[in-house]
């Protein structure tokens, strides 16, 4: 699969990750950031589920009674905003520790789509990285949390916060998930973290299109199991496609 440079749409592109995560040349590079999503979201799902009913009849409890009709609305509105607030925050992690392997697995995607090396020295390199990288991760960290802690005040307010945050939390998961998975690939290549908003920024609707895709996955259980590696993969393909050249 030399020179692939194809141009997808943004939900094209994770599908196309599916395709190639299951690749031959790829699969043992999924195997770390495929534990470590496991690990941490398999585990906050569990705990996620024995709690989701209580919480959910609380807040819909603070509804005042003259919006009482909006439940029906609200109810599967929250739900989703639960899932994917809890699937993002223990996927974050899980993308913090498994972050040098998920940019490994960027590299060896990207060498598979274009068959130019990027990198001679395999799993040293991963170790040499891994300081600048854990710090790219912080600095993602520090863009989100401001924004992140914003839209989850809105959600505390009656009436107003759970009728239209639930919707720009959506949007607003779908715009970070494509900025950290789209990121390992311009890492690689020591491209700024403005310069690669930037760049994002240059073609949104691919970026969003994507994105979105990577958040709904996020909160279906089992196969949010899997996202991290496919995410990265595709988003990978995004890189060599859209913004490489």
Known sequence: MKNNTTQRSGFAYFFYGIELALSPEIRRFVILPLLANIILVGGALF??????????????????????WLSYLLWPLLVLTILATF???????ANF??????GLLAEKVEEHLTGAKINDDGMLSVIKDTPRILAREWRK????????????LLLLIPALGQTIGPILWFIFTAWILAIQYCDYAFDNHKISFNDMRYNLKQKQG???????????????????????????????AMWVAEFKK
């Open 47 to 68: 705990y996620l589920f024995s709690h989701l009913d209580r919480w959910i009849s609380s807040w819909m409890g603070q509804l005042p009674e003259f919006l009482s």
């Open 87 to 93: 699937s993002y925050f223990f996927s974050t992690l």
């Open 206 to 236: 691919k970026a969003y299109g994507f994105g979105v895709l990577v958040s709904v996955f996020t909160t279906i259980p089992i196969l949010n199991l899997i996202v991290m590696p496919v995410a990265v993969c595709g988003a990978t």
């Open 97 to 102: 520790i498994a972050a040098p392997f998920n």
């Open 141 to 152: 960290l520090v863009y989100i949390l401001p924004k992140a802690i914003g839209l989850f």
